[in-house]
């Protein structure tokens, strides 16, 4: 599975971005795909998970109400819509994929290591 985001620049505090993540190289139907950002100097954190069979969908609260993760199945692409962002939204954001989908009372999907596959990172800068 390769996976290819882009998307990322620079916008001021409150406004809005949206980042996309291409797929290939396998059947995704029964994958999970991320989104995970991660900020100098600081660990890589969950933002958004979405399920590519049903469209289910999962947020980190501090992103919630914010961020709407979404996919198109026709073009292998999963995007990540970014509203009212915020100087602390600052960070590299990658796009992955969990070969198992993610599930209410899942105990792993904001983990990294639940993750299989990673796309190289697209930077997001929020200037205030």
């Known amino acids: 599975v390769q996976l290819q985001a882009s998307g990322g620049g620079s916008v001021q505090a409150g406004g809005s971005l949206r980042l996309s993540c291409e797929v290939s190289g396998s059947t995704l139907s029964k994958y999970g795909m991320g989104w995970f950002r991660q900020a100098p100097g600081k660990e890589r954190e969950f933002v958004a998970v979405?399920?590519?069979?049903?469209?289910?969908?999962y947020y980190a609260n501090s992103i919630k109400g914010r961020f709407t993760i979404s996919r198109d199945n026709s073009k292998g692409s999963v995007y990540l819509q970014m509203g009212s962002l915020k100087p602390e939204d600052t960070a590299v954001y990658y796009c992955?994929?969990?070969?198992?989908?993610?599930?209410?009372?899942?105990?792993?999907?904001?983990?990294?290591?639940?993750?299989?596959?990673w796309g190289q990172g697209t930077l997001v800068t929020v200037s205030s």
């Open positions: 992955a994929s969990t070969i198992f989908p993610v599930y209410t009372g899942d105990t792993t999907y904001w983990t990294t290591r639940r993750y299989d596959y």
């Open positions: 979405i399920n590519w069979s049903d469209g289910s969908t």
